[in-house]
T-cell receptor, first 118, second 113 residues
């Protein structure tokens, strides 16, 4: 099976702009989670989507949003970019077969999108 | 909320020696503990995971141990090789929060040949 893919791989934006990042999960995987990775804060959970519904959300401002499509592909959007949003944005997919909690699935990461905000 | 501490932040070993990385977690409700390896410029790669109903798990040169009472878990790499050099992250999750992983700060492992 093909792994998790993310596009674009690199992105340069200026403050105040908005950006949309895309993630295609492993075929058959229905859960997609997003993480932000920075040298200072490490890996931090943004949100998780399953069957087009947001299941969990991390402690990020409302400028960070996401969605999931019927084919399980997911996008995340950051509006009004700030310098501190520069980071590697990673998505991870898992083969969650049911939306019923509680459980944690094995997650596989994509290569990430490197966002630089100038 | 959950907090995960990881030690040491850097670890240098000689090729062939063993390496041990330790993590502690704060919430006793955590029941899933994966370890990821991230090479420079690459994605985090799952190397092993353990659930709280198991005390130890092995996969060739890699093993993970879990002490639920003390709320800590450790990664053990035996017979280290230069290709083991990377950043290693531990993580923990609480089942009611689904796939939300809380990560440790990472350990830079250098294997000297």
């Amino acid at each position: 099976k093909a792994g998790v893919t993310q596009t674009p791989r690199y992105l340069i934006k200026t403050r105040g702009q908005q950006v949309t990042l895309s993630c295609s999960p492993i075929s058959g995987h229905r859960s997609v989670s997003w993480y932000q990775q920075t040298p200072g804060q490490g890996l931090q959970f943004l949100f998780e989507y399953f069957s087009e519904t947001q299941r969990n959300k991390g402690n990020f401002p409302g400028r960070f949003s996401g969605r999931q499509f019927s084919n399980s592909r997911s996008e995340m959007n950051v509006s009004t970019l700030e310098l501190g949003d520069s980071a590697l944005y990673l998505c991870a997919s898992s083969s969650r077969t049911s939306g019923v909690l509680p459980s944690t699935d094995t997650q596989y990461f994509g290569p990430g999108t490197r966002l630089t905000v100038l | 909320g959950e907090n995960v501490e990881q030690h040491p932040s850097t670890l240098s070993v000689q090729e062939g020696d063993s390496a041990v990385i330790k993590c502690t977690y704060s919430d006793s409700a955590s029941n899933y503990f994966p370890w990821y390896k991230q090479e420079l410029g690459k994605r985090p790669q799952l190397i092993i995971d353990i659930r709280s109903n198991v005390g130890e798990k092995k996969d060739q040169r890699i093993a993970v141990t879990l002490n639920k009472t003390a709320k800590h878990f450790s990664l053990h790499i035996t017979e280290t090789q230069p290709e083991d050099s990377a950043v290693y992250f531990c993580a923990a999750s609480i089942p009611e929060y689904g796939n939300k992983l809380v990560f440790g700060a990472g350990t830079i492992l250098r294997v000297k040949s």
